[in-house]
């Protein structure tokens, strides 16, 4: 299946040849299960420079059916600071932590304690965000056990602690309270804040898209999951929970704004604005997400994030990887999106389907990179 839906890939998405990760998205091969032992590495102490002060968007929303771009935009306490990437749009990362150029760096580590990855990557830096995996695989278990073992390890590493909750269940199955008490679980264990990123890539994940041919696609209509976005959004400590609206890139027939169409909640109940996407091919950030980004988060005063990332389809080569992770974190990056945040990197060796990682690989291509 690998080789044909590579195939499909390459000649359905054009002109911009760009996925939202391995295969088009990540798989549940790529997600580590709800089995999946905790990272025993020894986290550093707890940074005493985070940011605690968090405040919601207060940005009046358009209607979960209306054009993402025609919601009014977040008052002016809470605009963007253009060109900084420690704050924008009332959410925050440490100033302590890693940023090149401005950009925040952080990482989705694949069972390697993040401070290992980080200090591979630039001695003597914190990592911004640290990315897990979890999923909601019944009406009784919402991925407590996953989201919280690591939760103090971001919390002592100062990190921004994003957690990409992953529904196996109908959207209309989902109890929106019950996701609030699991953050409000997790923010007990450390975090000062959480930038939740629920159903992830949902435009790939739907089981109506015949691409993706996961086990575990999530189900039920768009309109499923706005309200059930909504009621998450109502439910949740905006001020410590950040809503993390994180589609994968346009893949055939999807286009920027049909993804808006279907998918986009209201500018209300969306703090960080994001997008999935592992480039096939050379190209520029603004290529891949100028105009994604112009759409969502420039005109709504949101922030921008890359929720995840990497090159192609199995992980590129060295010098692919070092083309894109250059890109990722270049001041052209932030200078044609004044809203980005950063990016976490997909640091993950998946046996039989790639080597996405650019520290802990046989290149430790960050070093490189970050001098």
């Given at each position: 299946m690998k080789s044909?839906?590579?195939s499909l890939f390459l000649a359905l998405v054009a002109p911009v040849s760009v996925t939202a990760s391995p295969y088009g998205n990540p798989f549940a091969s790529r997600v580590p299960s709800p089995s999946s032992s905790p990272s025993t590495g020894t986290s550093p102490s707890p940074s005493t420079s985070s940011s605690t002060s968090i405040s919601p968007s207060t940005g009046s929303s358009s209607s979960p059916s209306s054009s993402p771009s025609s919601g009014s935009s977040p008052s002016s306490s809470s605009s963007p600071a253009s060109g900084n990437a420690t704050s924008s749009g009332g959410v925050s990362v440490s100033s302590a932590c890693f940023q090149p150029n401005g950009v925040s760096v952080g990482w989705l580590p694949?069972?390697?304690d993040i401070m290992t990855i980080e200090t591979k990557a630039k001695s003597g830096t914190k990592p911004c965000t640290y990315g897990q995996y979890a999923q909601i695989t019944s009406s009784s278990d919402y991925g407590d056990s996953q989201m919280d073992y690591t939760a103090s390890d971001a919390s002592s590493a100062g990190a921004v602690y994003i957690v990409s909750l992953q529904p196996w269940i109908p959207f209309n199955q989902v109890n929106?309270?019950?996701?609030?008490?699991?953050m409000n679980t997790i923010l007990s264990k450390g975090p000062n804040v959480v930038w939740l990123r629920f159903a992830h890539e949902m435009n790939w994940y739907i089981s109506t898209n015949t691409l993706n041919t996961d086990t575990?696609?999530?189900?039920?209509?768009t309109s499923d999951f706005k309200t059930l976005w909504q009621n998450i959004a109502k439910a949740v400590d905006r001020s410590k929970v950040k809503m993390f609206w994180s589609p994968n890139s346009p893949v055939y027939p999807d286009t920027v704004e049909s993804i808006g169409t279907s998918w986009w909640p209201g500018a209300e109940y969306v703090d960080i604005v994001g997008m999935d996407a592992y480039p096939q091919t050379e190209q520029t950030f603004a290529d891949v997400f100028g105009d994604f980004y112009d759409t969502y988060a420039k005109a709504n005063n949101l922030p921008f994030a890359l929720g995840e990332t990497g090159f192609g389809l199995t992980g590129g080569t060295d010098d692919q990887k070092k083309y894109w992770l250059t890109q990722v974190s270049s001041a052209a990056a932030l200078e044609r999106c004044p809203n980005y945040?950063?990016?976490s990197w997909f640091e993950y060796n998946k046996a039989g389907e790639g080597d996405f990682r650019v520290v802990m690989g046989n290149t430790n291509i960050a070093a490189e990179v970050f001098g």
């Open positions: 044909l839906i590579s694949d069972g390697v929106a309270q019950t996701i609030a008490t699991s575990h696609p999530y189900t039920g209509s945040l950063g990016f």
